[in-house]
Protein backbone atom coordinates (compact mmCIF):
# COMPACT_ATOMS: atom_id res chain seq x y z
CA UNK A 1 0.00 0.00 0.00
CA UNK A 2 2.40 2.62 1.06
CA UNK A 3 4.42 1.93 -2.18
CA UNK A 4 1.62 2.89 -4.35
CA UNK A 5 0.80 6.37 -2.57
CA UNK A 6 2.39 9.03 -4.43
CA UNK A 7 5.04 10.87 -3.14
CA UNK A 8 3.16 14.23 -1.91
CA UNK A 9 0.73 11.59 -0.42
CA UNK A 10 3.43 9.64 1.71
CA UNK A 11 4.63 13.19 2.93
CA UNK A 12 1.00 13.17 4.60
CA UNK A 13 0.75 9.61 5.50
CA UNK A 14 4.22 10.33 7.67
CA UNK A 15 2.39 13.76 9.26
CA UNK A 16 -0.38 12.10 10.34
CA UNK A 17 1.27 9.52 11.81
CA UNK A 18 3.68 11.74 13.78
CA UNK A 19 0.72 13.54 14.81
CA UNK A 20 -1.39 10.21 16.15
CA UNK A 21 2.12 9.28 18.04
CA UNK A 22 2.01 12.56 20.14
CA UNK A 23 -1.64 12.44 20.82
CA UNK A 24 -1.35 8.93 21.96
CA UNK A 25 2.15 9.94 24.30
CA UNK A 26 0.09 12.88 25.45
CA UNK A 27 -2.83 10.68 26.03
CA UNK A 28 -1.37 8.28 28.06
CA UNK A 29 0.94 10.74 29.85
CA UNK A 30 -2.17 12.37 31.36
CA UNK A 31 -3.94 9.24 32.41
CA UNK A 32 -0.86 7.84 34.40
CA UNK A 33 -1.33 11.89 35.87
CA UNK A 34 -4.28 13.42 35.17
CA UNK A 35 -4.22 16.49 36.77
CA UNK A 36 -0.47 17.23 36.26
CA UNK A 37 -1.44 19.85 33.82
CA UNK A 38 -4.60 21.35 35.34
CA UNK A 39 -3.38 21.18 39.34
CA UNK A 40 0.06 23.63 38.10
CA UNK A 41 -2.41 26.06 36.49
CA UNK A 42 -4.80 26.18 39.21
CA UNK A 43 -2.13 26.88 41.46
CA UNK A 44 -0.06 29.11 39.32
CA UNK A 45 -4.12 31.21 39.45
CA UNK A 46 -4.32 30.93 43.51
CA UNK A 47 -0.72 32.28 43.54
CA UNK A 48 -1.25 35.16 41.54
CA UNK A 49 -4.52 35.42 42.80
CA UNK A 50 -3.06 36.23 46.56
CA UNK A 51 -0.67 38.77 45.57
CA UNK A 52 -3.41 40.13 43.79
CA UNK A 53 -5.06 40.73 47.19
CA UNK A 54 -1.88 41.42 48.85
CA UNK A 55 -1.82 44.40 46.69
CA UNK A 56 -5.47 45.54 46.84
CA UNK A 57 -5.07 45.72 50.36
CA UNK A 58 -2.16 46.86 50.35
CA UNK A 59 -0.74 44.45 52.80
CA UNK A 60 2.79 43.20 53.53
CA UNK A 61 5.00 40.55 55.09
CA UNK A 62 3.31 37.74 53.35
CA UNK A 63 5.59 34.52 51.92
CA UNK A 64 4.47 34.40 48.36
CA UNK A 65 5.28 31.98 45.61
CA UNK A 66 4.55 31.98 41.66
CA UNK A 67 5.97 33.24 38.76
CA UNK A 68 6.09 35.90 35.96
CA UNK A 69 7.44 36.81 32.55
CA UNK A 70 10.80 38.96 32.59
CA UNK A 71 9.77 42.35 30.91
CA UNK A 72 12.24 44.76 32.49
CA UNK A 73 16.17 43.81 33.73
CA UNK A 74 16.69 46.64 35.55
CA UNK A 75 20.89 47.38 37.04
CA UNK A 76 21.65 45.85 40.44
CA UNK A 77 21.70 48.04 43.06
CA UNK A 78 24.71 48.51 44.78
CA UNK A 79 24.11 50.36 48.04
CA UNK A 80 24.42 48.41 51.32
CA UNK A 81 23.54 44.72 50.67
CA UNK A 82 23.71 43.87 46.27
CA UNK A 83 20.92 42.98 45.08
CA UNK A 84 20.01 41.93 41.70
CA UNK A 85 16.68 43.30 39.88
CA UNK A 86 14.07 42.93 37.62
CA UNK A 87 10.30 43.26 37.24
CA UNK A 88 7.76 40.07 36.32
CA UNK A 89 4.51 40.33 34.78
CA UNK A 90 2.43 38.17 36.64
CA UNK A 91 -0.50 36.29 34.65
CA UNK A 92 -2.92 38.48 36.42
CA UNK A 93 -1.32 41.49 34.38
CA UNK A 94 0.45 42.87 38.03
CA UNK A 95 4.11 43.34 37.64
CA UNK A 96 6.33 42.75 40.77
CA UNK A 97 9.79 44.11 41.22
CA UNK A 98 12.43 41.20 42.50
CA UNK A 99 14.49 42.17 44.69
CA UNK A 100 17.11 39.35 44.71
CA UNK A 101 19.87 39.57 47.08
CA UNK A 102 23.66 38.79 45.28
CA UNK A 103 25.45 39.26 48.94
CA UNK A 104 23.60 36.01 49.77
CA UNK A 105 22.56 34.15 46.89
CA UNK A 106 23.75 33.59 43.33
CA UNK A 107 23.09 35.95 40.77
CA UNK A 108 21.12 35.05 37.70
CA UNK A 109 23.66 35.89 34.93
CA UNK A 110 21.62 34.51 32.02
CA UNK A 111 18.52 36.49 32.62
CA UNK A 112 17.10 37.74 29.79
CA UNK A 113 13.33 39.56 29.19
CA UNK A 114 10.86 37.05 28.14
CA UNK A 115 12.31 34.77 30.48
CA UNK A 116 10.15 32.65 32.96
CA UNK A 117 11.00 32.85 36.99
CA UNK A 118 9.51 31.29 39.56
CA UNK A 119 9.83 32.64 42.78
CA UNK A 120 9.29 32.26 46.87
CA UNK A 121 10.02 35.14 49.04
CA UNK A 122 8.19 37.76 50.99
CA UNK A 123 5.69 40.40 49.49
CA UNK A 124 5.76 44.24 50.52
CA UNK A 125 3.31 46.35 49.25
CA UNK A 126 4.11 48.88 46.94
CA UNK A 127 1.74 51.51 44.82
CA UNK A 128 3.75 49.55 41.63
CA UNK A 129 2.42 46.62 42.32
CA UNK A 130 4.61 45.08 45.41
CA UNK A 131 8.19 43.76 45.80
CA UNK A 132 9.78 40.35 46.25
CA UNK A 133 12.82 39.67 48.52
CA UNK A 134 14.18 37.29 50.50
CA UNK A 135 14.45 34.93 47.85
CA UNK A 136 17.57 33.52 49.58
CA UNK A 137 19.09 31.67 52.47
CA UNK A 138 18.78 33.45 56.22
CA UNK A 139 22.14 33.07 57.25
CA UNK A 140 21.02 33.50 60.86
CA UNK A 141 18.07 30.82 60.33
CA UNK A 142 15.76 33.22 61.64
CA UNK A 143 13.53 33.75 58.61
CA UNK A 144 11.84 31.49 55.78
CA UNK A 145 14.25 30.83 53.43
CA UNK A 146 12.97 31.97 49.55
CA UNK A 147 14.63 30.95 46.42
CA UNK A 148 13.96 31.87 42.58
CA UNK A 149 14.19 29.03 39.70
CA UNK A 150 15.07 30.08 36.33
CA UNK A 151 14.93 27.56 33.49
CA UNK A 152 15.18 24.71 35.94
CA UNK A 153 18.04 26.02 38.04
CA UNK A 154 17.16 27.07 41.82
CA UNK A 155 19.06 30.04 43.21
CA UNK A 156 18.91 30.58 46.47
Request: proline residues 2%; glycine residues 8%.
Amino acid sequence: MWASLAKGQRKIMKKVLLVLALVFTLYHSLAKNPNSTASFTQQNATNAQQITNAFQNKHSDSQVSGSGIVINNLADDTKGSKHQKFILKLSSGQTLLVAHNIDLAPRINTLHNGDTVEFYGEYEWNAKGGVVHWTHRDPDGRHVNGWLKHKGVRYQ
